[in-house]
Every structure is written in structure tokens, then in C-alpha cells.
């Protein structure tokens, strides 16, 4: 089955829980292991990236061991061009649609699809949205972060990645965000497209998460939570929360 097709699948039974590990802040064999205890805590994909510090070398060992421990989908959550992996399942061609530089745009996707394409890696396109702070996404995608609050700038950007024929929109606050996207902007980007929304960045909590869904989030990623051990029990919690939702 396509990645693209479990989404579709998954999201109509319920919200789906997605785990997000950066292959720099650990060693591949421990990025395995992180993901075997969230696949046992009820994740339902996996997906691998970061902002800085993705190498070809480090991406490739971290998506192998991903998948020697874990048989969920593995999906590549790109920073640019520069490392491409054959064995994830699928990658998220996503435009950055509020970065000031184009690359971000397009510039590193017309570098990149060639080598999708030849790789015959699925390609998952996705409008990404990055809200304030922003963190380190928001500094190296040097974005034009929609203020928090501003909803019909984030309306816009949520009705263009629907035009634009996009299958996902991402709603982003960063990673490590004190403070995730607000409930009333995911709400605003629900009721103006009918796409499916991820949505990310400094959610932490049970509660956050279920907020984010019961707001209109069908897919929510938690990624700074499983950085420092002893998540299990708490990932588990966030996971049921969403699929209650």
C-alpha cells in the first residue's frame, strides 16, 4: 500500500500519531530503538529529519535501523536536497510557502524530484506553514513566521496549499516551541480547507495533543519529547489521547 494511501486509511478511522526522530541527535542504533518503543506506544508512522546536521551518511544508517526495529512507514521529512534515502518509504515534498527565499519554495525540490524520481521514492506533497517562534526551522527556513493570532494570513497560506492540488498542509511552531500552534489557528485552517492538517512543534503533553485534534489537527508529530528517554509511558499517553479524538 502507498504511504499516501495508509494516511488516507488511517485518518479515516481515526487521528493518527506521528513520531518525528532527527538522525543528529543520536546515533543510528539508538534512533532504532527510540522507534521500536514508539511503534509498542501506538505511533502510526515514523517519520525521520531535522533542520541542520542531516548527512547522507548519518540518514541512510538512521533509516536502516529504523526499520530493522519497526515496520511502520518511514517518512523522510526533508531539510533540502542535499541527502536523499532509498529506503524510506516515502518523503514529503513540502514547499515551505512563507520562507523569504525561494529555494525553499522550489529551488531544492527541482534538485531533488529528479533524484526521487530515479530512487522511486513516494513523493507526498505538502504546503508548510511555520508559526510563530518558529525555533530553528524558522531561522534556517528563514521564514516569514505568521504571527500568533493571525488568522487570515494563515487562512491564506492554508487555502493556496489546497489550490496549489497539495495532499497535505503542515502547520508548524518549531521544535522545542514553548508553546505549540494555537488551537484557534488550526481550527481557522480546518474549517477553510478539507485537506488533511499536520500539525507540530512543542507539543509535549496529552492535553496539547488533544487539543491540536479536537481543534481540526488530523495528524499530530511529537518529536522533542523522545530526545531526552524514559518517554515511553507519556508517548503512549499522547498517542491514545489522539486516537480518542
Do not use: W
Not at 500568533?148 to 492540488?165: C, K, N, P, Q
Request: glycine share 12%.
Amino acid at each position: 500500500m502507498r504511504v499516501r494511501d495508509y494516511i488516507t486509511e488511517t485518518i479515516g478511522k481515526h487521528k493518527m500519531h506521528m513520531t518525528l526522530i532527527d538522525p543528529a541527535k543520536q546515533d543510528p542504533e539508538v534512533s532504532g530503538e527510540i522507534a521500536e518503543k514508539a511503534c509498542r506506544a501506538g505511533t502510526d508512522a515514523i517519520m525521520v529529519g531535522g533542520s541542520t546536521g542531516v548527512t547522507q551518511e548519518n540518514l541512510d544508517a538512521t533509516v536502516a535501523a529504523i526499520k530493522s526495529k519497526c515496520k511502520l512507514p518511514v517518512i523522510y521529512f526533508p531539510s533540502g536536497a542535499n541527502a536523499i534515502s532509498r529506503g524510506c518509504d516515502a518523503i514529503y515534498f513540502m514547499s515551505f510557502l512563507n520562507s523569504r527565499n525561494v529555494r525553499n519554495i522550489t529551488g531544492e525540490h527541482a534538485k531533488g524530484a529528479p533524484i526521487i524520481k530515479k530512487l522511486g521514492i513516494e513523493p507526498i506533497s505538502m504546503g508548510y506553514v511555520v508559526i510563530e517562534p518558529g525555533m530553528k526551522v524558522g531561522e534556517v527556513g528563514e521564514a516569514e513566521l505568521v504571527r500568533r493570532g493571525d488568522l487570515r494570513t494563515l487562512v491564506g497560506y492554508a487555502i493556496t496549499t489546497e489550490f496549489f492540488g497539495m495532499d497535505l498542509l503542515y502547520l508548524e511552531a518549531g521544535s522545542g516551541a514553548p508553546e505549540p500552534v494555537p488551537a484557534d489557528m488550526i481550527q481557522a485552517a480546518r474549517e477553510s480547507v478539507e485537506i488533511p492538517i499536520v500539525v507540530g512543534g512543542g507539543i509535549v503533553t496529552a492535553e496539547q495533543a488533544g487539543r491540536a485534534a479536537a481543534a481540526g489537527g488530523d495528524i499530530i508529530v511529537t518529536g522533542t519529547l523522545i530526545e531526552n528517554g524514559g518517554f515511553e509511558q507519556r508517548l503512549r499517553e499522547i498517542v491514545e489521547t489522539v486516537h480518542r479524538s
